[in-house]
Each structure stands twice: as structure tokens, then as C-alpha cells.
């Protein structure tokens, strides 16, 4: 005799596993994980800004490049700094700001990985130390650790839960720091 299963039986078992899908979808964040820069601190917007962003971690090239490529047109995009010049260009002139983006923590996820493995391949993952510098004087004005994460799934396989997500998280975090503390 087969006993029936009645819908209210269900009711633990699909609440678990609508919650196990569900924690599938965490969303990406960045944040700022800690800051010691002062509150008062205003940078120069008509001043340059001299950009370097590097690594000792090995294979972290590409996210570099990303990093350094995507803060120079949200930087200029937004009017930050009269002008934006990265460590591996033209250095000639003064510059009244240089910031130092250290990647620190580098867990990659491409998108062919993130295709074939899925939500089990995890979440990309940039930290990064940021320095930044007053040219006068070479005096550091103050530090933070910025932090990127990447979904585990999306709308836009390319972007979604990749390395290039969490990049494009570090850069928003970075980006807002430096517009807290912009001058008029």
C-alpha cells in the first residue's frame, strides 16, 4: 500500500530547497573595509593624479590592467582630477595627488569556468591597499582596503560572477572614496 504524500508534508523539505537555490544568487558587493584617511581630507581637482596599480601576486596582470584601465575612465568620466596619468604612461610634469592600488587578494573566476562549473566554481574575489599620496613632499595622506566580490550568477554570463565583476566593484569603491574626499 503506497502512502500519499499530502501538500502540507512538503512544506520543510521545498522551504530548503527553495533556500538552497536561492543561496545561489548572492549579488555582488564592494565595500570599504577600512580607512584611514581623514574625514576632513580635500584633494586637489585641478591637480593630476598620478595612478599605479600593481601586484606581487602571480598571473594578476590582466586584473591590474582592468583595474588601472577601468579607475582612469571613471576618474576622468567624472571630473575628479584635471587630469589622469597612470604609472605606465607619460610621468612628465607635476601631479598634485598619486595613488598606489596594491591587489593583495586575487580569486579568479572566468567566464568559461563559471559556464562549465557554475555557482560551485564560487565567487571571484579583489582586495586591494590603497595608498594615497600628496606629490609635495611625497607625505602620504592616508590608506584603505577596498574589497570586490563578484555574484555567483547573472543576467550577463560575461560579466556576471567573473574576476571582471568583482574588478568593476573594487573600481566603484575606489572611485567613491576619492569623491568623498574631492575639493570643490
Partial sequence: MRKRIQVGELGLPMLLL????????????????VSTLPSDLRLER????????????????ECCDGIRDSLSSQLKERGLFSEIRTADGDEAGPVATRLEVKV???KKVGTMSRMFLGRHKGQARVVT?????SQAG????????ADGESSLKGVIPELSGTTKQAVKRIVEQIVAVLQQHAGE
Fill in 129 to 133: 591597499e590603497n595608498r594615497l599620496y
Fill in 18 to 33: 527553495l533556500l538552497a537555490g536561492l543561496a545561489g544568487c548572492v549579488r555582488s558587493k564592494g565595500e570599504v573595509l
Fill in 138 to 145: 611625497n607625505r602620504e595622506l592616508g590608506s584603505f582596503i
Fill in 46 to 61: 585641478q591637480g593630476a593624479l598620478l595612478l599605479r596599480v600593481f601586484s606581487d601576486i602571480e598571473g594578476s596582470e
Fill in 104 to 106: 593583495v587578494k586575487l
